[in-house]
């Protein structure tokens, strides 16, 4: 039953990426003397966007699937997409060092979680 906690907490945060997202661009749409408040929202949006991967990839665990291991192209395409527009739209703004930023992030992340899937239920 954990995994459904899991896939309602990555659905939220799925969802409030997507609001997110909306509102960044229309912020960058209506405001052009203020591009500062549709970059933090649109930063905002993509840790919301990686919360909703990680609830996901979170659920799947409980359910027994390490999508470390486990390859379906759908899935694959499906992140695939959403990296590959997160990377255009903030080369469109001429703000590559947040994409690279991010693209870190998520490389260590998945290192530590590649190696080590179940480390924070050890800890404690």
Same mark, same amino acid.
């Given at each position: 039953?954990?995994?459904?906690?899991?896939?309602?907490?990555? !659905?939220?945060?799925?969802?409030? /990426?997507? =609001? !997110?997202?909306? %509102?960044?661009?229309?912020? +960058?749409? +209506?405001?052009? /003397?203020?591009?500062?408040?549709?970059?933090?929202? !649109?930063? &905002?949006?993509? !840790?919301?966007? $990686?919360?909703?991967?990680? $609830? #996901? +990839? &979170? %659920?799947?665990?409980?359910?027994?699937?390490? #999508?470390?291991?486990?390859?379906? *192209?759908?899935?694959?395409?499906? *992140?695939?997409?959403? *990296?590959?527009?997160?990377? &255009?739209?903030?080369?469109?703004?001429?703000?590559?060092?947040?994409?690279?930023?991010?693209?870190?992030?998520?490389?260590?992340? =998945?290192?530590?979680? *590649?190696? @080590?899937?179940? @480390?924070?239920?050890?800890?404690?």
């Amino acid at each position: 039953m954990l995994w459904l906690l899991a896939l309602a907490l990555a !659905l939220i945060a799925g969802a409030m /990426s997507v =609001t !997110l997202f909306y %509102a960044g661009l229309k912020a +960058e749409h +209506e405001q052009k /003397s203020k591009p500062h408040v549709a970059r933090n929202i !649109l930063i &905002w949006a993509v !840790l919301f966007l $990686g919360a909703a991967f990680g $609830g #996901l +990839e &979170w %659920a799947f665990y409980l359910l027994g699937y390490n #999508l470390f291991t486990f390859f379906a *192209f759908p899935l694959v395409a499906f *992140f695939a997409v959403w *990296f590959g527009w997160i990377i &255009w739209l903030f080369e469109r703004r001429g703000e590559r060092r947040i994409w690279i930023a991010f693209l870190v992030a998520l490389a260590i992340l =998945t290192v530590i979680a *590649f190696n @080590c899937m179940n @480390c924070f239920a050890t800890i404690g």
